[in-house]
C-alpha cells in the first residue's frame, strides 16, 4: 500500500506564487502518471494538470501558462502555481498510478490542500 501527503497549499495574495508538492510514500515500485486536481464546493473535480512517467505534460486551458507541473526522482510531484487568480481558490488533490507489490497498479489520491488567492 502507498499514500500520498500534500503539503504547499495556504493563503496567497492575487498575482502571486505558490508551490504545491505530494510525496508518494509506502511499498511502491514505481509510479505512472501523476496529475494535479482541484474542486470547489459544488462543483466537479477537474483535472489541472498531468504527468507522466516519461515528463509528458498537459493542462486545463484556464492555468496553461501560469502553472508548471513536475516530478523528481523521490516519487514527489509538484504543482508551481504563478500569476494567481481568485478563481483558482479551491481544494488541490494530488493523484498518482502507483504501482506495489505484485505488481499490482492502484490510482490514489491526497486528502487535498486548501489554496485560497485573496482579492
Known amino acids: 500500500q502507498a499514500q500520498l501527503e500534500e503539503s504547499g497549499g495556504g493563503l496567497v495574495q492575487v498575482g502571486g506564487s505558490l508551490t504545491l508538492s505530494c510525496a508518494a510514500s509506502?511499498?511502491?515500485?514505481?509510479?505512472?502518471?501523476m496529475a494535479w486536481y482541484r474542486q470547489t464546493p459544488g462543483a466537479q473535480r477537474e483535472l489541472v494538470a498531468a504527468?507522466?512517467?516519461?515528463?509528458?505534460t498537459q493542462y486545463a486551458d484556464v492555468v496553461t501558462g501560469r502553472f508548471t507541473i513536475s516530478r523528481d526522482n523521490a516519487n514527489t510531484v509538484y504543482l508551481q502555481m504563478n500569476s494567481l487568480k481568485p478563481e483558482d481558490t479551491a481544494v488541490y488533490y494530488c493523484n498518482a498510478a502507483i504501482q506495489g507489490n505484485r505488481g499490482l497498479t492502484t490510482t490514489y489520491w491526497g486528502q487535498g490542500t486548501q489554496v485560497t488567492v485573496s482579492s
Open positions: 509506502g511499498v511502491i515500485l514505481g509510479i505512472g502518471r
Open positions: 504527468i507522466t512517467r516519461d515528463e509528458r
